[in-house]
């Protein structure tokens, strides 16, 4: 049971936009910057996103990410087929004093 | 380039202890927070242990608290993960990862080394 909520799968077709929602509490997501993470199957997770809504350089614009209160979106534009990934939100958990993961979202593109 | 390699992952029985190693270049090693994430088989992302720059604070999963020490030698540009009493179920990929300066994300990921706890 993971402390942040992500669906487990979404899908659409080419060119289409998803959106990945993650779902927190007033001591993580609440009060501490959400970053994004993407694993292509057989490979290691790399950021898509930090500080909720930065890109780090080098990942398209097609990425995109915002917070409001309790919980995160992640928003893709524009699906490719080299998108299909598992995704994952994370934090700081104040309370926990540990960062916290979403359980990831595998994400389809029909 | 900047670059994290882990070494040390292998088969050990329950029970057992393994020393791992990430080694990092391309940057100014001490100046860096680092993590170890796992990733069981066919799972999600865990995070289990961050060390703060100079050693300035160091903080564990409840899953492994107890058992797992995590270190790092500055000189030697090189972060370690000590894990003792393992369990059947720290079974997973262990990834050495960098958080950026002044923020909160795990900016840079090393390829993982698997560790397998099994009799």
């Known amino acids: 049971q993971s402390v942040l909520t992500q669906p487990p799968s979404v899908s659409a077709a080419p060119g289409q936009k998803v959106t990945i929602s993650c779902s927190g509490s007033r001591s993580n997501i609440g009060n501490n910057h959400v970053s994004w993470y993407q694993q292509l199957p057989g490979t290691a997770p790399k950021l898509l996103m930090f500080?909720?809504?930065e890109r780090p350089s080098g990942i398209p614009d097609r990425f995109s990410g915002s917070n409001s209160g309790t919980s995160a979106t992640l928003a893709i534009t524009g699906l490719q087929t080299g998108d299909e990934a598992d995704y994952y939100c994370?934090?700081?958990?104040?309370?926990?004093?540990?960062?916290?993961f979403g359980g990831g979202t595998r994400l389809t593109v029909l | 380039e900047v670059q994290l390699v882990e070494s040390g992952g292998g088969l050990v029985q329950p029970g057992g202890s393994l020393r791992l190693s990430c080694a990092a270049s391309?940057?100014?090693?001490?100046?860096?927070?680092m993590n170890w994430v796992r990733q069981s088989p066919g799972e999600g992302l865990e995070w289990v242990s961050n060390i703060r720059s100079s050693s300035s604070g160091i903080y564990y999963a409840d899953s492994v608290k107890g058992r797992f020490t995590i270190s790092r030698d500055d000189a030697k540009n090189s972060l370690y993960l000590q894990m003792d009493s393992l369990r059947v179920e720290d079974t997973a990929v262990y990834y050495c990862?960098?958080?950026?300066?002044?923020?909160?994300?795990?900016?840079?990921w090393g390829q993982g080394t698997m560790v397998t706890v099994s009799s």
């Open positions: 990862t960098r958080e950026p300066l002044g923020g909160w994300a795990f900016e840079i």
């Open positions: 391309g940057f100014t090693f001490s100046n860096y927070n």
């Open positions: 500080e909720n809504s």
């Open positions: 994370a934090t700081w958990d104040g309370s926990l004093t540990s960062w916290v």
